[in-house]
């Protein structure tokens, strides 16, 4: 005669197992084990106006003619990004995107800026920064939120300042440093 608690035991393995073994996960835990930290050095030349204009002004609200921040006003821009503060030094990225003026305090703008990497061993990579830039201050920070290529699940920020700006052309040159804190899954 057969033991009916074996019976049921067995019963339930097999139950455990076949449910077990069906499940598929959408998810997967992975070990992020190893940091690097990469440091980016250079400059933003934001052309204004003029026939070789990078940055150019795609919406205004209502009230941006009258506010003193020109809140509103909506730019998008892909500017030349070089090693050097000189325009004439080599290009090594793109710095592309758009700023939305959002205070109407402050002169400050809400941002959206790729930095698309063009020379060395990052070429083809981006940084993802965004945030609030007030122009005001000397020196401003922004969060590093992503990146692609060898920026993949890039952290981190960005120092920013203006290093010179000239009225009279509407040209100003932007300097940029940026700590980036990339992982790679384990092996």
Not at 27 to 53: M, Q, W
Not at 65 to 91: C, H, L, Q, Y
Not at 137 to 156: H, I, K, Q, S, T
């Amino acid at each position: 005669m057969k033991n009916p608690t074996i019976n049921i035991l067995l019963t339930i393995s097999f139950l455990l197992i076949t449910t077990t073994a069906a499940a598929t996960p959408w998810f997967e835990n992975l070990c992020i084990c190893k940091k690097n930290t990469t440091k980016l050095h250079f400059y933003v030349h934001d052309v204004r106006s003029g026939p070789n204009a990078t940055l150019y002004n795609v919406a205004n609200s209502s009230i941006t003619a009258t506010s003193p921040t020109g809140f509103g006003r909506i730019n998008v821009f892909d500017d030349k990004v070089t090693a050097e503060p000189d325009i004439a030094s080599e290009e090594v990225a793109r710095a592309q995107g758009s700023t939305t003026s959002v205070d109407l305090q402050v002169s400050a703008a809400s941002m959206n800026l790729n930095f698309f990497l063009k020379a060395g061993k990052f070429n083809g990579s981006t940084v993802t920064v965004v945030g609030r830039n007030q122009f005001s201050d000397a020196e401003r920070e922004l969060p590093v939120v992503g990146g692609n290529g060898a920026f993949r699940y890039a952290r981190g920020y960005a120092i920013t300042r203006s290093y010179s700006n000239d009225a009279a052309t509407n040209y100003g040159v932007l300097e940029y440093t940026i700590y980036i804190r990339t992982s790679r899954k384990c092996s």
